[in-house]
């Protein structure tokens, strides 16, 4: 999964720089090595590799920094027949929020959850066998439904993107205004992809969750005629994914407006790329300086 960003340039106020940021590909992530001891650090967007038990008895444990009102996902996609993936979420006062498992006795198999967290800390996840009678090797995904990127209407804004891992996801997001038609359409490009989609409303409310079947070649979902009535204005987040995550590959998509007066602007990710962080940065350092010499030529 790659990030593409049209070019944009800090002259001025960061409010122009806001206005200017163009973000038209799925949101930054990279992979974490998960083989190192003691507890692994993750941030939204991150997926790891080397994750496995190293025996029966084993138990993987990964942190991160959470924050009210941040809704987050959590998948595991184990490699290993016979391995069940027990995954467990403990929030900042190590309190049991999320307990899920999978079995894996007919296979490799996937497992996860959302949660909306209510606290602000630190959070803890393990990954460990649910009977403590097998190991095996997995791939971990974290991330977060306002880890997005924003995206506009019709062809100009058709995208090209890839699940890079089993459990990948990528998360978008669009404006849109009350009593209005919106479609989106995802097609997979590669044999055995089964593009899954999931739309949630600006309060945060599931409004579509469809899937397609890609075993006999790429499909496309929803059907054909199947519209969003968008009941609300405000941002509307989308997720794409593979239905079992069990396969990677290519897809596009595109969001239509069809029927009333639909919003120009794009919305701008909650959590920006580090390379925006840095642009941003540099935007500040820039008007900083500008002020300090205009005050300077004032005082002069």
Request: charged letters at 15%; proline letters at 6%.
């Amino acid at each position: 999964m790659k990030t593409v960003h049209k070019a944009c340039t800090v002259l001025g106020t960061i409010s122009a720089f806001a206005i200017s940021l163009h973000v038209s590909a799925s949101p930054f992530e990279h992979t974490v090595d998960a083989s190192g001891a003691g507890p692994i650090l993750l941030n939204y967007g991150d997926h790891t590799i080397n994750s496995q038990l190293a025996n029966n008895l084993d138990v993987n444990t990964y942190r991160f920094a959470g924050k009210i009102g941040d809704n987050i996902r959590f998948n595991v996609a184990s490699f290993t027949t016979g391995f069940d993936p027990l995954v467990q979420l403990r929030g900042p006062t190590n309190n049991l929020l999320q307990s899920v498992v999978c079995n894996g006795n007919g296979g490799p198999c996937s497992i996860g959850f959302d949660q909306p967290l209510t606290a602000n800390g630190i959070y803890t996840i393990s990954v460990s066998d649910f009977s403590g009678d097998e190991a095996g090797s997995y791939v971990a995904h974290l991330d977060a439904r306002a880890h997005y990127a924003g995206v506009g209407y019709g062809p100009t804004w058709k995208i090209t993107e890839q699940l890079g891992h089993n459990n990948d996801v990528d998360f978008y997001a669009f404006n849109g205004n009350a009593n209005t038609l919106a479609n989106i359409s995802v097609r997979s490009l590669d044999q055995g992809v089964d593009p899954h989609l999931e739309v949630w409303n600006p309060q945060g409310v599931s409004i579509l969750d469809t899937v397609c079947n890609g075993n006999g070649g790429p499909c496309t979902t929803p059907d054909p005629g199947t519209f969003l009535t968008l009941a609300l204005t405000g941002t509307y987040i989308f997720g794409i994914s593979d239905f079992a995550s069990d396969e990677t590959g290519k897809y596009e998509f595109q969001v239509s407006c069809l029927t009333g007066s639909c919003p120009g602007t794009i919305p701008l990710p909650k959590y920006p790329e580090p390379s925006t962080y840095a642009l941003m940065l540099g935007g500040l350092g820039l008007v900083g300086f500008l002020v300090r010499k205009r005050n300077g030529s004032q005082s002069a």
